[in-house]
């Protein structure tokens, strides 16, 4: 979409199942195409801190990939790299047929309002001395909309997000998170993008308020097109609203399939032992607790090889030096491909080898 | 070993009203006993904590009841009595991480000063020893690196592991941890509340846990207080509360937990089958 039609009709508007999204957009190419992205930051002149190690990743028109992981595994830096907010040491970013991770100067300003991005905390990323109003209208300053045409805009948005019309005129703290997190998801879609990038959009909800904002976003995407990158250690929110997941491991995905592929049958030993820790809200339930002994390796300096090895319940000595690659899978579903990155991977799903479930 | 009685907090105005934000609160935890405290944002759960640790800050006043730690009333007593009792036998973990630690001195002798305040005889050595043997306790690695670092150098999971750290470090009887693995990944999560469970069995600490996550509610504690408006509404035995929570405001609450696991797993079935609308 080019900026010139931006100001008429919702764009494709949902024709499509609720849990459906065309990875492909008309032009046969997904909305967003990640190659081998990385980004290293030196720490000095003999630590380099590998965030994102060489990750590729599509994100289809409309639709929701989640990103999962623990902090410190790259998620957010690769949500950043994705939206510009850093480049890359190496790798690119396609936006359809264009390099948006090259592009410079008013090239890539004219891109911006394309890519948006909602954070963890509302009540620190809205600012305390402008009303929801007007903080929207500073959304879209710079960006040569006449008044008339601002002015819907923000309305429209409003009412998508079903913040009540007394509360616009309200600053920030007389609202309750959740209805911050509204305005916040509002002042994102102003511009009309195609991407909002949700970092942990709502980790500092409480159950009422997650539920709420999930099915707002979901209604969202259905009104505007949008697609979601959904970054959360939140797996329960994650499965929610994702169609396809990636799970992230030291700045590299470990595994990526379909949101049903990765909670019911994942193969890779990192994604079990991560769901396997979820707690189920039941003191019979009595989940397989697959141990992760230490925590995540500092990505400073990091060994060559597989990264969970240090903490693999099913690694051998060859892992060691094994370079990950993401392998497909054969039991694929519907046309969404499932890859995962384990040397053993082939053991795994043959039953040669099993996870050893640690006793509580 | 801690029983609060008739707890009534808030704060009272010059006409002589009083606005109470927790009232009538009773809540007892045995040795050895793990007890969640449950409720929404805003029903008054962290404000009993604060009560607890003596925290309380005019214009909010205790205005009548008894919280008592093995028999002495800590409402009561004066405030350098109850200094010597909170952070050595009665500990707290306090969600915010990085803030609640002091950005200008490193990690490991934030940690070692906790323990010298409460026992002048331990040489400042040991007690960075024990400091450091904590911080690998709650699984952050290269621990005697890490306690040379200063908080900015830690991620939020990290200095939220100081912190539990900071609260083991004088062995307590009792520990009262508010939402204490917030912003910790699951894995780390799990980790830290078996370190807790053992202590509650092994060493029969007492373990109070604020928490708004019915999950470990159901895994980590044998009793649970729903609290709401400022009351405890419900305090029963975990099993019996997870099969029939009987006041409405615990329906709820379990309500909107099953029903956010329930159209999680509905959504992420579409996925599965759908598929043919793509290429």
């Not at chain 1, 046969?28 to 990743?57: M, Q, T, Y």
């Not at chain 1, 709502?202 to 709420?212: A, K, P, Q, Y």
């Not at chain 2, 350098?80 to 500990?91: F, P």
Request: with cysteine; net charge negative; proline share 5%.
């Amino acid at each position: 979409m080019t900026q010139a039609s931006a100001g008429e009709q919702p764009l494709e508007a949902g024709d499509q199942e609720s849990a459906s999204a065309d990875v492909t957009g008309a032009n046969g190419r997904p909305l967003i195409d990640v190659r081998n992205i990385a980004k290293h930051f030196r720490i000095s002149r003999r630590e380099n801190l590998v965030a994102v190690g060489g990750v590729d990743l599509t994100i289809g028109r409309g639709e929701t990939v989640g990103l999962v992981g623990e902090s410190g595994s790259g998620k957010t830096t690769l949500g950043r790299l994705i939206l510009r907010l850093w480049d890359p040491t190496y790798g690119e970013v396609w936006y359809e047929d264009k390099r948006i991770s090259h592009m410079q100067g008013s090239e890539l300003r004219r891109w911006r309002p394309k890519l948006q991005m909602v954070f963890q905390d509302p009540s620190t990323s809205l600012n305390p001395r402008m009303t929801i109003r007007q903080a929207l209208r500073d959304a879209v300053r710079g960006f040569k909309l006449s008044r008339e045409e601002r002015d819907r805009r923000i309305q429209e948005v409003l009412d998508a997000v079903h913040v009540p019309a007394a509360l616009t005129e309200a600053h920030p703290e007389a609202l309750t998170g959740s209805q911050q997190q509204r305005c916040a998801i509002a002042r994102s879609l102003v511009m009309k993008p195609d991407l909002i990038v949700l970092d942990e959009a709502v980790s500092n909800l409480d159950v009422r308020g997650r539920l709420e904002i999930i099915e707002l976003l979901r209604e969202v995407q259905q009104q505007f097109g949008v697609s979601y990158l959904f970054i959360s250690h939140d797996l329960t929110a994650v499965r929610s609203i994702s169609h396809r997941v990636a799970v992230m491991y030291l700045g590299l995905i470990v595994e990526f399939a379909s949101t049903d592929v990765i909670f019911e049958r994942p193969v890779h030993p990192y994604t079990r032992s991560l769901l396997s820790a979820v707690l189920y809200p039941d003191p019979e339930a009595g989940a397989p607790h697959y141990t992760l002994e230490g925590e995540i390796p500092s990505p400073i300096n990091l060994p060559p090889g597989c990264p969970l090895y240090s903490r693999c319940p099913v690694s051998e000595p060859e892992c060691e030096q094994w370079t990950p690659e993401l392998f497909p899978m054969e039991q694929t579903a519907g046309n969404v491909p499932h890859v995962a990155a384990c040397r053993r991977i082939d053991d795994l799903t043959s039953g040669r080898v099993e996870m050893v479930a640690s006793g509580r | 070993m801690l029983e609060i009685e008739g707890l009534t907090v808030g704060i009272p105005h010059a006409d002589g009203s009083f606005e109470s934000m927790i009232e009538d609160i009773a809540l007892r935890v045995d040795a050895g006993q793990a007890v969640g405290l449950v409720g929404e944002a805003g029903a008054g759960k962290s404000l009993l904590v604060h009560a607890i640790a003596g925290q309380l800050r005019p214009p909010v006043v205790a205005r009548s009841g008894t919280i008592r730690f093995e028999g002495q009333d800590l409402l009561a007593m004066n405030a350098e009595v109850r200094q010597t009792i909170l952070g050595r036998d009665l500990a707290l973990v306090l969600p915010g991480g990085r803030a609640r630690l002091d950005p200008l001195m490193k990690v490991g002798k934030q940690i070692a000063r906790v323990q010298r305040d409460h026992d002048g005889s331990v040489s400042k050595k040991v007690a960075q020893a024990r400091a450091i043997e904590l911080l690998d306790r709650v699984g952050i690695p290269d621990a005697d690196l890490r306690a040379e670092a200063y908080p900015h150098e830690l991620s939020g999971g990290m200095a939220q592991r100081a912190l539990v750290a900071m609260a083991l470090v004088n062995r307590p009887r009792f520990l009262v941890a508010d939402e204490p693995t917030s912003g910790i990944d699951v894995t780390i999560q799990r980790q830290l509340l078996e370190d807790f469970s053992s202590l509650c069995r092994e060493e029969h600490v007492g373990l109070l846990i604020v928490t708004r996550d019915l999950g470990i509610v159901a895994h980590y504690c044998d009793r649970v207080a729903v609290v709401s408006e400022g009351r405890i509404v419900e305090d029963a035995d975990v099993r019996t509360f997870f099969k029939s929570p009987e006041h409405p405001v615990s329906q709820e609450l379990m309500r909107a937990t099953i029903l956010e696991r329930q159209q999680a797993a509905a959504w992420s079935e579409q996925t599965g089958t759908v598929g043919a609308g793509r290429s």
